[in-house]
């Protein structure tokens, strides 16, 4: 894996994370109403790794994102999604802990419950549920050795 990241080529988001990363989350962790963390992804055309940061719940000690559009109500899958897809191994950052996961979309009853839990803590889920024609993902991250 290459040692070199790019940050969101949004301007807003590219300045959260680094806000987040300077400060261990101090800065970023509660953003937009919910907590954040940042996600390392492989990008899967050019190989380099990319980094934003997401919105999410946990269940046990999984971590849970769920694949909405870049800007709530795009039709489109985001870019960190379909990376992931391509090379489930990501890193991870929350608050100052670092870590190495395997992200899996999650289908069916798992699926639900776990929608469930995050559109209950951030509504918005619902809302751009309701803009697109497809199921949004669901992703869980479970922590590598």
């Known amino acids: 894996m290459s040692t070199q990241v790019t940050d969101s080529p949004d301007p807003s988001v590219a300045d959260h994370v680094r806000r987040y990363l ?21 990008g899967r055309s050019t190989g380099q790794r990319r980094r934003t940061a997401l919105f999410f719940g946990q269940d046990g000690d999984r ?9 709530f109500g795009d039709p489109a899958l985001p870019n960190w999604y379909r990376n992931l897809r391509a090379n489930p191994e990501v890193e991870v950052q929350v608050r100052g802990e670092r870590l190495t996961a395997r992200a899996r979309t999650v289908v069916g009853p798992e699926r639900s419950r776990l929608w469930r839990l995050m559109a209950d803590d951030a509504p918005i889920f619902e809302r751009h549920q ?16």
Do not use: C, K, M, Q
Not at 27 to 42: I, K, M, P, Q
Not at 130 to 138: D, G, L, W
């Open 22 to 42: 300077a400060t261990d989350g101090a800065d970023g962790f509660l953003e937009g109403g919910s907590t954040n963390l940042v996600l390392t992804t492989v």
């Open 130 to 145: 309701a803009s697109v024609s497809h199921e949004i993902p669901v992703v869980v991250l479970e922590r590598t050795p």
């Open 63 to 71: 971590y849970v994102l769920v694949a909405s559009g870049v800007r």
